[in-house]
């Protein structure tokens, strides 16, 4: 696993050194060279904030960010769109490394136009999780909310541009999903009540089974090019270690050992859908141990700060705590791996999803 993590590093390395030289990198993606000289009409995301590219705007939660200094470095504009980030996020990088557009705009802005919706939106909503639970607490749209509107969409699509050229589009876009950490950081972990009816083999069990069952829906819907990230290493955000790593904020064990144990199960359940659905493609992306390797090594990527966030103390804010009255914030994000207590910088997103998808890419052809 090391050396294969160390050639990776290698090929981004190389990567940035490329993009600098044209300067692209960080202000613009670059994209990757298709295989076989394949095109990708539409990047669709599902998931929870990670890839939430301002869906929280419009509906009734208290989960947004819609407010300085979110959105602190997005673009020329410098203004909070809802992204939980000071800038784009993977949703966004991602489309970009397809070659389809530079930013993910989120399904539910009411100023969408047509074109728009055909290359693509985020469905993703901050908050959301496998356990069906983890989006009701805290009142966001669940991946059961987030599938019917995507059949909404394919509706959307149908009106506007025919039956022939939507069934085209569904099956070639590239899907995205990304979420879980919720599921274990705040509804497990911190829900007396998930502990008192599971334990972390029958809770993983249950994300598992969610996901594996929500994959199945959406192959039913046409996609067939479907690439899903893992968790990350969700006890080492800084408000993991707050919450529960001790004096010395130490990574929160507990969290990583559920994130672990359902990263296998989660691999196993796309093995078994692979296998189920030939004609598909589904991707396991593995962000835990790239995302590991940036904590532990953050100098050869270009960080200083590790264990705290630039927005406020960095060690609780987030979301409504991360505000334009948080004192100390941070004047230079691009030292620091999380933006807010939970959430990395833009930065950190670019490195993370190179790392994780740029070898991965062929996969999904």
Known sequence: MKSLLQKHVSQLQLYIIWCSAIGMIFEHVCAVNLPNNESVPAVIVFGDSIVDSGNNNYIDTLIKCNFPP??????????????????????????AKFGVKELLPAYLDPNLQIQELVSGVSFASGGAGYDPLTSEIVSVM??????????????????????????????????????????????YAQTPFRQGLYDIQSYTDLMASEASNFLQELYGLGPRRIGVFNVPVIGCV???????????????????????????????????????????????????????????????????????GCCGTGNIEVGILCNPYSINTCSNSSNYIFWDSYHPTEKTYHVLSSLVLDHKIKDFF
């Open 70 to 95: 979110y959105g602190r470095d997005f673009g020329e504009g410098n203004h909070p769109t809802g992204r939980f980030s000071n800038g784009l996020v993977p949703s966004d990088i991602i489309a």
């Open 142 to 187: 669940s991946l059961s909310d987030q599938l019917n509107m995507f059949k909404e969409y394919i509706g959307k699509l149908n009106d506007a541009i025919g039956g022939n050229r939507t069934a085209t589009i569904i099956s070639k876009s590239v899907y995205i999903v990304c979420i879980g950490s919720d599921d274990i950081a705040n509804t």
């Open 238 to 308: 800084p408000s993991q270690r707050t919450i529960g790593g001790g004096i010395l904020r130490a990574c929160s064990d507990f969290s990583n050992q559920v994130a672990i144990l359902f990263n296998s199960k989660l691999s196993f359940q796309m093995d078994a859908l692979q296998t189920k659905f030939s004609d598909a493609r589904f991707v396991y992306l593995d962000s835990y141990n790239p995302f590991l390797d940036i904590l532990q090594n953050p100098s050869k990527y270009g960080f200083e700060e590790t264990d705290r």
